[in-house]
């Protein structure tokens, strides 16, 4: 049986622990879409350009999941999750913290062993502000 879509979530929140490559995690289409906190990213181009980018000049990660939910279905899968992240920027030596809202649409990704099989189409990361 292959890993859960949950899995695979949990897979790069350690992936991003770690300082390990995050694009695979993303799916290889014009269509995918990343948004940061404090970015827009369209196509699977643009994305792996600032996750190879976030990888080089960050360090020290920690993502704390408060209350990751999964639906799965045969061919997606949506998550949320509220994360508690933290980070330090290697070139200002600055450490950045928020509390965070995670969404996303994941998809079957065709069998490949260089490739989770549940890959995000869209992820959204927000950090909340008081009105």
Known sequence: MSPSAKSIVRDYYDA????DPLVPY?????????????????GSDEVARALA????????WT?????LVVDERDDFATMADDVTMAWTDTESGDRHRFDSRWS???????????V??????VMHVSAPHEL
């Open 104 to 114: 996303g649409t994941l998809v079957r990704a065709a069998a490949d062993e260089d």
């Open 26 to 42: 993303f799916r290889d289409d014009a269509a995918t879409v990343k948004f940061g906190i404090s970015e827009s990213l369209f």
């Open 63 to 67: 993502v704390s999941s408060r209350h």
């Open 16 to 19: 991003l622990r770690g300082g």
């Open 116 to 121: 989770p099989n549940w890959q995000f189409a």
């Open 53 to 60: 980018e976030q990888t080089e000049t960050t360090d020290g």
